[in-house]
Each structure stands twice: as structure tokens, then as C-alpha cells.
């Protein structure tokens, strides 16, 4: 068992393939822990021709043994919850003794769906485009301090009454003409804490045991660091720090013992929802990659925008996360393009820019300044030793290391466990304590 915990996170906008790299890492840890986020994400993983999506519980749930972990900045639905046990229970994956959750986690309510929807409505044409999960307005009440936590749900009735009450009329407030009556909302929520009671606990408390005896955690990230509510590109983002920061706040562990940081980006990019995304592609190329890349969003079936590779972005995540190595996903999506783009500046108003800028308005009017490389006829699909790509693969990888300054331990070249190159010599190994 390697003493390295790691941190696995997106370094673009979501969908890179977070679920597949956590999954193959799974069986090198003890435990793997949600940090942030809710039911908005959609990680799938394809295990021997069985398709699994998961939505809240970490995508670990699936190797036996292994403990997952929904960490306090994690909001839940306990409804969402309880569909994704019963489900993974219908394909004989049990979650019983082997899930925790956080007493501190902020419960997403009844209603903060339906204030989801009404708050992108009020936007209009500038909708954030958000998943319709609630996720907002759930850690609008967070910040607010009238939210609801599970331990909440488990303490004293009288307590938690008050707090309900509380919470809908603030609720009323907001929705005009509404009279919400509380109590339906509050019975819910204590039959809801009822069933999550055995798998309640302390995140923080558990994670800092298995590390004092020398056991490795994992820890997962949801969305990507340009939805990141800090750093992504605001307002278009989700309402959570998705970037590495996320994992002190949302689990309660000291940054020193974040041993390495490995950063999930595609091969290409892709955004679901609203926002800037400079290297963006319209026409038959952006049908080509939605299509052999099955770029549908996994929660919510919308068809993701794809574009190049965006070498700014993922720089941008590498200074904002510490990225030790990159696993380069994707890459067989790019099998068969006569060539291949990758964006290394933008072509601004006021001159080139080599740094993600914070103001979106320089975003948008940005124009990509591509390097262009050949592509390959060879597919790659399913290739599991670096050297066995087509030499034109093997040189795009290597000018991404070099654009980006980080190496890529882990290249995927298909959607299975088994298709999967791990570098030699990589600092992957060195994490996971395998090779020489
Ligand atoms: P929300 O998280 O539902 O509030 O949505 C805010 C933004 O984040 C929208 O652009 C969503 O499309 C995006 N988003 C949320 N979750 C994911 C995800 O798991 N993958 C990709 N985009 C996401």
C-alpha cells in the first residue's frame, strides 16, 4: 500500500474522464473522498462492458474494500443519494459498511431545485445554463448560514423544526405569491435522516486515522477547476471550489497531506452550459468530436461544446492546482483527423496573451493562436504502451507536455479500466509505489 495520497481533479471544464482515472487508481487506496460539489456531476465507468454513472458517491464504490467518502463541501440530496445506492445495490455493488458521510455536508432541499430554474429564468439570455440540480441555491443557504446539515437531520426535532421553518420562509420570500407550508418539507428531511443515519460520521476525524496508519486516500474532485466559484470563468461556474483548495475546506485535512496532484484533462476540450470556451468549434469537426467522443453530459444528456486543446487553459490549471502530471484522456476520440490544433495564446484587443485572464469580456473576443501538427491514420484506440502509439500520437503528447510544462503520466485511449497507458517511470508510479 503506497503512503501518497493524491488528489484527482479536472483541469478544464468538466467531463475529462475523472470517473475512469479514479477508478483504475481505486484498488492503490484505502479510501477515496468526494470533496465538493453534488449530484450535478456525472462521473461514468465502464467496468468489463457494464456501464456505471455516479453522481454523488465516488466512482471507488466500485472496487470492494474500499472506503468512499462524501466529504463536508459536498451538498446532498438525499433523495439523489438514495437512488444512486439502490441502483449500484440492482448491479450487486453494496455500499453498506463502506460509505461515509459527512455530518457537516449541507443537505440540498426540496425546493432548491425549483429556485435553481427560477433564478436562470431571471437571468435570461445570461443563463449560466447550470445542471437544474439545485447545486446554487443549496450553497447560497451555506454561505447564507441558514443552511441544513445532515447532522441536523439526526439531532434534536424541535431544533430542526425551527430551522425548517426558517429556511421556507426565507424560501417564500423569494418566490413570489408561494406559501410553502413547512412541515411536509420538515418530515421529509427527518425520514431522509433516518435512512443516511448508519453511513453518517466524521469526514475529517476518519481520513486523519487512516493516515496515521499509513494508509493512502485519494481524493476526488468534481467539475474542473474553470467551473471552479473562484477561479473558473465567473459567473459562468459552479457553485463550489473545484480546484485543489477544495480539498482542505471540504474534508478537513491540512494541505500538507496532499502528497501530489494529478490533473484530468481530454485531449481535446469540451464545456456543457453556458460561457466562454475560446478554442470552441462549430460544423462538421465539432460534430465529429461530439459523436466519437459520446460528448453528452451524463447527467443531464446535453450535448457537450467541443473544441481544441487548449493549452492556456490547462497551463492556467497547473498554476492554480500545483499539477504534478496530467492524465491525458481521450486520445482515440483524435484517431483519424488529417491534423490536430492546439491553442498556446489568444489574440487579444490589447495584444497576445500567454495567461488565462480573469475578465470574460477579454475572453470572449479572444482569438486562439493555434500550432498545428499532424495527425495519425493509425488508431489508438485501446493502445497500452506508449511506444506502441503512431509516432505523430506520441509527438501531439509530447508538444503537451511541452506547452503545458507537465508531464502526462496517464494517457487514456479508450473507455475501459484496460485501456490505459500508466508511463514508465512516471510519477504515477512513483504514487502508487509500482514500478522501479
Ligand atoms: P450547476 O453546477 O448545476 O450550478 O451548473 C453550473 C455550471 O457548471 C453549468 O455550466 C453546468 O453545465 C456546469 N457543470 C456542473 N456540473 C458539471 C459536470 O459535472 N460536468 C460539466 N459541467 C458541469
Known sequence: MPKTNIAVLGAQWGDEGKGKIVDMLTPHFAAVARYQGGHNAGHT?????????LHLIPSG???PGVTCIIGNGVVIDPQALFKE???????????????????????????????????????????????????????????????????????????LADEVRENV??????????????KPVFDRLVADGERMRPWVGDVSL?????????????????????????????????????????????LGVPPRVIGGVLGVAKAYTTRVGEGPLPTELSGELADRLRESGQEYGASTGRPRR????????????????????????????????PEVLICTGYKTGSGTLTDFPADLRTLTGAEPIYERMPGWSTPTKGV????????????????????????????????????????????????LGLGT
Open 85 to 159: 445506492v439502490d441502483e449500484l445495490d440492482r448491479m450487486g455493488v453494496s455500499v453498506e459498511g463502506r460509505l461515509l458521510v459527512s455530518e457537516k455536508a449541507h443537505v440540498i432541499l426540496p425546493y432548491h431545485r425549483e429556485l435553481d430554474v427560477l433564478s436562470e429564468a431571471r437571468r435570461g439570455e445570461r443563463k449560466i445554463g447550470t445542471t437544474s440540480r439545485g447545486i446554487g441555491p443549496a450553497y447560497e443557504d451555506k454561505i447564507g448560514r441558514r443552511g441544513i446539515r445532515v447532522c441536523d437531520l439526526l439531532g434534536d426535532r424541535t431544533a
Open 306 to 337: 467541443c473544441g481544441w486543446y487548449d493549452a492556456v487553459v490547462v497551463r492556467y490549471s497547473a498554476r492554480i492546482n500545483g499539477l504534478d502530471a496530467i492524465a491525458l484522456t481521450k486520445l482515440d476520440v483524435l484517431d483519424g483527423l
Open 169 to 182: 420562509s426565507a424560501r417564500n420570500r423569494i418566490i413570489k405569491d408561494s406559501t410553502l407550508d413547512w
Open 206 to 250: 476518519f481520513i486523519h486515522g487512516l493516515i496515521k496508519d499509513d494508509k493512502a486516500v485519494m481524493f476526488e474532485g468534481a467539475q474542473a477547476t474553470l467551473l471552479d466559484i473562484d477561479h473558473g470563468t465567473y459567473p459562468y461556474v459552479t457553485s463550489s471550489n473545484a480546484s485543489v483548495g477544495g480539498v482542505c475546506t471540504g
Open 61 to 63: 464504490i466500485l472496487h
Open 384 to 431: 497500452t504502451r506508449f511506444d506502441d502509439l503512431p509516432v505523430e500520437a506520441q509527438k501531439y503528447v509530447r508538444k503537451l507536455e511541452e506547452v503545458t510544462g507537465v508531464a502526462c503520466a496517464i494517457v487514456s485511449t479508450g473507455s475501459d479500466r484496460s485501456e490505459t497507458i500508466v508511463k514508465n517511470g512516471s510519477l504515477v508510479e512513483a504514487w
Open 45 to 53: 465507468v465502464y467496468v468489463e462492458g457494464k456501464k456505471f454513472v
